[in-house]
């Protein structure tokens, strides 16, 4: 018998037995492990679910409190401008007066008065507001110009608030509804100005203006009836007081309970099956026992029930109803856990349905989230029979994959001989002194066929891996000559905290940042480099390393008739000279700051503006200025401009177009209005903070996605 015939039949009988005992007692694992996976899949995605719910309760109670908080400030905010505008008059209005009379008349009525569903009743016709121009009455009616002609001192003094309620509505285009002033004379201004008024109506008589008056604090209204829309809402009042301290008047803005609520984030994640309610607790007079009063609700319910023993919740007739749906049990157990302040979450039946209830609280309030199981349990489901599916068809591809399995070794084994062996034990060897290092490595064998392509490779990998480790180790080198040539820590000034660094997006790049002292007119300052050469890898670095050296000798040798726009022309006419014909060219941004004088001077060279930012004035500009790039026209005459940083605390951020054309894996754009934001956000750090805190940021949004480009950043803080 043949050793092909003899290793076929051992190979044969040691195969059989093992192979089909482990596919059996694969079969046997595959399936129990497939049951407790999916089990296991399904309860961990409902604790998921149940995890999550409870997440978004609290963020939106949360939520709900400071935007509460917000709304009770900048309501103050008006307070206090009002009582100023009506301790100083102005000695004549400031802008046209609108009454509810010329608002109701379109001829009369104000230019930018439109028709607008949002402030109309529900399906009444739409009624005309203007968001520019208040509307102004006396809830007694009396005339708002006095026999003369003019207007009286408590109308020009909220005349001077227009500009006040333009900006609240501005700032918070999406919460705040309306913003209105009610004096204790019944004069009332409100924005967006309409004639939607009921008549008869007095806003003095107002819960929100009761409660300011009587409480002489910052209140928060429970949602009520709007009288000119019909819609819920929350008001936010603050009492408006003399000089004495005694109360005048009230300030409030409104906002849609809706808003209050969230808007469409809970039916956009759960559904239109899912419920949400602002609820407070209170003693039900009908049954004795504590119950729980909603103030709001999503979608809105049909308001019934009613509550006759606080009438501060009352409002035209509307109470706010009792929390409806719920087992006694259940609501018993509800109010157990609210009292804890703690978020959580418990499974009940809801109008005999069951439900996942989510709850948070936030000071007296509670928000309450009710899932159907329907919804909450289809996911977990659906994983539970995915992980069946693929369970089984596991089974049946391993039992499949061992039966072909063993059909190929005994197929190799029937068909192989040694002379297949030896060759790719050579090869094999070839390659494990490759792997060591040994480039000479070379095989001198012809197969006629295929193995002799891999015989090929083998023999030009050597080479090949050779210079590629030369190249690494070139480009090892060049980026540790380029670190080198990049500031080490920055310059300390007095007055000024510096910070800033170079982010390469390959071994070596073309951006460039620098600190080198410079001397004119016998005066000792310091310039501040950044720069940006066209690509990047080793070219970009090589005409880096040119400009620096350029800019550093003009910068660092003394030249007493020789301005900074003057040295900058100098390097361009000098960098042109280097790159002509190769069509590249280099960006420069360079700022000169004296620290004994408080000033800065600075010449743009084709570079993106330097971001300057006043955190007292929450003011925000740009330092721009007419230049070229350099290396492009030699003649060109670039300018220089100057300013002053005389606040502590401003702030000076300069970079190049690798911060905020960084994308993520969607191939979204950091841009700058994210870099703007994240500057002001940290703007209270010092320099390191604020470098810091735009880098993280950055690397947090490309979420380990590469640069494209270098990222330079240079951060700059007056003390």
Same mark, same amino acid.
């Given at each position: 018998?043949?050793?092909?015939?003899?290793?076929?039949?051992?190979?044969?009988?040691?195969?059989?037995?093992?192979?089909?005992?482990?596919?059996?007692?694969?079969?046997?694992?595959?399936?129990?492990?497939?049951?407790?996976?999916?089990?296991?899949?399904?309860?961990?995605?409902?604790?998921?679910?149940?995890?999550?719910?409870?997440?978004?309760?609290?963020?939106?109670?949360?939520?709900?409190?400071?935007?509460?908080?917000?709304?009770?400030?900048?309501?103050?905010?008006?307070?206090?401008?009002?009582?100023?505008?009506?301790?100083?008059?102005?000695?004549?209005?400031?802008?046209?007066? @609108?009454? =509810?009379? *010329?608002? !109701?008349?379109?001829?009369?009525? $104000?230019?930018? %008065?439109?028709?607008?569903?949002? +402030?109309? &009743?529900?399906?009444?016709?739409?009624?005309?507001?203007?968001?520019?121009?208040?509307?102004?009455?006396?809830?007694?009616?009396?005339?708002?110009?006095?026999?003369?002609?003019?207007?009286?001192?408590?109308?020009?003094?909220?005349?001077?608030?227009?500009?006040?309620?333009?900006?609240?509505?501005?700032?918070?285009?999406?919460?705040?509804?309306?913003? @209105?002033? =009610?004096? *204790?004379? !019944?004069?009332?201004?409100?924005? $967006?100005?309409? %004639?939607?008024?009921?008549?008869? +109506?007095? &806003?003095?008589?107002?819960?929100?203006?009761?409660?300011?008056?009587?409480?002489?604090?910052?209140?928060?209204?429970?949602?009520?009836?709007?009288?000119?829309?019909?819609?819920?809402?929350?008001?936010?009042?603050?009492?408006?007081?003399?000089?004495?301290?005694?109360?005048?008047?009230?300030?409030?803005?409104?906002?849609?309970?809706?808003?209050?609520?969230?808007?469409?984030?809970?039916?956009?994640?759960?559904?239109?099956?899912?419920?949400?309610?602002?609820?407070?607790?209170?003693?039900? &007079?009908?049954?004795?026992?504590?119950?729980?009063?909603?103030?709001?609700?999503?979608?809105?319910?049909?308001?019934?029930?009613?509550?006759?023993?606080?009438?501060?919740?009352?409002?035209?007739?509307?109470?706010?109803?009792?929390?409806?749906?719920?087992?006694?049990?259940?609501?018993?157990?509800?109010?157990?856990?609210?009292?804890?302040?703690?978020?959580?979450?418990?499974?009940?039946?809801?109008?005999?349905?069951?439900?996942?209830?989510?709850?948070?609280?936030?000071?007296?309030?509670?928000?309450?989230?009710?899932?159907?199981?329907?919804?909450?349990?289809?996911?977990?489901?659906?994983?539970?029979?995915?992980?069946?599916?693929?369970?089984?068809?596991?089974?049946?591809?391993?039992?499949?994959?061992?039966?072909?399995?063993?059909?190929?070794?005994?197929?190799?084994?029937?068909?192989?001989?040694?002379?297949?062996?030896?060759?790719?034990?050579?090869?094999?060897?070839?390659?494990?002194?490759?792997?060591?290092?040994?480039?000479?490595?070379?095989?001198?064998?012809?197969?006629?066929?295929?193995?002799?392509?891999?015989?090929?490779?083998?023999?030009?990998?050597?080479?090949?891996?050779?210079?590629?480790?030369?190249?690494?180790?070139?480009?090892?080198?060049?980026?540790?000559?380029?670190?080198?040539?990049?500031?080490?820590?920055?310059?300390?000034?007095?007055?000024?905290?510096?910070?800033?660094?170079?982010?390469?997006?390959?071994?070596?790049?073309?951006?460039?940042?620098?600190?080198?002292?410079?001397?004119?007119?016998?005066?000792?300052?310091?310039?501040?480099?950044?720069?940006?050469?066209?690509?990047?890898?080793?070219?970009?670095?090589?005409?880096?390393?040119?400009?620096?050296?350029?800019?550093?000798?003009?910068?660092?040798?003394?030249?007493?008739?020789?301005?900074?726009?003057?040295?900058?022309?100098?390097?361009?006419?000098?960098?042109?000279?280097?790159?002509?014909?190769?069509?590249?060219?280099?960006?420069?941004?360079?700022?000169?700051?004296?620290?004994?004088?408080?000033?800065?001077?600075?010449?743009?060279?084709?570079?993106?503006?330097?971001?300057?930012?006043?955190?007292?004035?929450?003011?925000?500009?740009?330092?721009?200025?007419?230049?070229?790039?350099?290396?492009?026209?030699?003649?060109?005459?670039?300018?220089?401009?100057?300013?002053?940083?005389?606040?502590?605390?401003?702030?000076?951020?300069?970079?190049?177009?690798?911060?905020?054309?960084?994308?993520?894996?969607?191939?979204?754009?950091?841009?700058?209005?994210?870099?703007?934001?994240?500057?002001?956000?940290?703007?209270?750090?010092?320099?390191?903070?604020?470098?810091?805190?735009?880098?993280?940021?950055?690397?947090?949004?490309?979420?380990?996605?590469?640069?494209?480009?270098?990222?330079?950043?240079?951060?700059?803080?007056?003390?």
């Amino acid at each position: 018998m043949s050793f092909r015939w003899k290793i076929f039949f051992i190979v044969l009988a040691f195969s059989l037995v093992p192979v089909g005992v482990v596919s059996l007692v694969n079969h046997s694992i595959t399936e129990s492990a497939g049951e407790l996976i999916s089990t296991g899949a399904a309860n961990a995605m409902e604790d998921v679910v149940r995890n999550d719910l409870i997440q978004m309760v609290s963020n939106l109670a949360t939520g709900i409190n400071k935007q509460k908080q917000t709304l009770l400030f900048t309501v103050g905010v008006l307070a206090d401008e009002t009582q100023r505008a009506l301790t100083e008059p102005p000695a004549r209005v400031l802008e046209p007066i @609108y009454s =509810t009379q *010329e608002f !109701g008349n379109p001829g009369a009525a $104000p230019d930018d %008065a439109t028709e607008d569903p949002v +402030y109309s &009743p529900p399906q009444q016709e739409t009624t005309a507001v203007s968001r520019q121009h208040p509307v102004m009455f006396y809830a007694d009616k009396r005339p708002m110009k006095q026999a003369d002609g003019s207007y009286p001192a408590d109308v020009r003094g909220l005349s001077a608030t227009a500009s006040l309620m333009r900006r609240i509505l501005k700032t918070f285009p999406h919460t705040v509804f309306r913003v @209105y002033i =009610t004096l *204790e004379n !019944g004069l009332h201004c409100s924005l $967006p100005g309409h %004639a939607a008024y009921p008549e008869g +109506y007095d &806003p003095r008589e107002r819960p929100w203006y009761r409660r300011a008056v009587t409480t002489g604090t910052l209140v928060w209204t429970l949602p009520l009836q709007d009288v000119a829309t019909n819609r819920m809402i929350v008001t936010a009042s603050a009492p408006i007081r003399d000089v004495s301290g005694r109360i005048i008047g009230v300030a409030a803005l409104d906002v849609l309970d809706t808003v209050a609520m969230g808007g469409r984030e809970i039916t956009d994640r759960w559904g239109s099956s899912a419920r949400a309610f602002l609820v407070y607790p209170m003693q039900n &007079p009908v049954t004795g026992a504590m119950d729980l009063q909603v103030a709001a609700s999503q979608p809105p319910m049909k308001r019934d029930s009613v509550f006759q023993d606080d009438a501060s919740q009352e409002d035209n007739g509307v109470l706010h109803p009792w929390l409806p749906g719920l087992k006694p049990d259940d609501k018993a157990r509800l109010l157990d856990r609210l009292d804890d302040d703690r978020p959580g979450a418990m499974e009940v039946l809801y109008d005999s349905d069951e439900n996942l209830l989510a709850y948070a609280s936030s000071d007296s309030i509670s928000f309450l989230l009710l899932v159907p199981q329907s919804v909450y349990m289809s996911l977990p489901n659906e994983v539970h029979e995915a992980v069946t599916d693929v369970t089984r068809l596991n089974i049946l591809v391993s039992g499949a994959a061992t039966a072909l399995i063993l059909i190929a070794v005994l197929l190799l084994v029937y068909f192989g001989a040694r002379r297949y062996t030896v060759h790719f034990l050579q090869i094999a060897d070839a390659a494990r002194r490759l792997g060591e290092g040994d480039f000479s490595v070379r095989l001198n064998m012809h197969l006629k066929d295929e193995r002799d392509l891999i015989v090929g490779a083998l023999n030009e990998m050597g080479p090949k891996l050779q210079d590629h480790m030369h190249l690494r180790h070139t480009l090892a080198v060049a980026e540790e000559v380029q670190r080198n040539l990049l500031p080490g820590t920055p310059p300390r000034l007095e007055h000024f905290d510096i910070q800033g660094a170079s982010l390469y997006c390959d071994e070596t790049g073309g951006d460039y940042y620098d600190f080198v002292p410079v001397t004119h007119d016998g005066l000792s300052t310091m310039a501040v480099i950044v720069g940006d050469v066209s690509g990047h890898g080793v070219p970009s670095a090589l005409l880096m390393a040119t400009a620096r050296a350029l800019l550093r000798c003009l910068c660092a040798v003394p030249c007493q008739d020789m301005s900074m726009a003057q040295r900058v022309g100098l390097a361009n006419r000098l960098l042109c000279d280097d790159v002509a014909g190769t069509g590249r060219f280099m960006t420069l941004f360079l700022l000169e700051l004296d620290d004994a004088n408080n000033t800065m001077r600075w010449v743009r060279g084709g570079h993106d503006p330097a971001l300057l930012y006043h955190p007292a004035s929450e003011t925000l500009e740009y330092l721009y200025g007419d230049g070229v790039v350099l290396g492009v026209i030699s003649d060109f005459q670039y300018t220089e401009h100057e300013a002053r940083l005389d606040e502590p605390g401003d702030l000076l951020v300069l970079g190049t177009d690798g911060i905020w054309e960084a994308r993520n894996a969607d191939g979204d754009m950091y841009g700058k209005d994210r870099f703007e934001a994240t500057v002001r956000a940290n703007a209270h750090l010092d320099a390191n903070g604020i470098f810091d805190a735009v880098i993280t940021d950055l690397e947090t949004f490309a979420a380990g996605t590469p640069f494209e480009d270098d990222v330079t950043l240079v951060v700059i803080k007056r003390r």
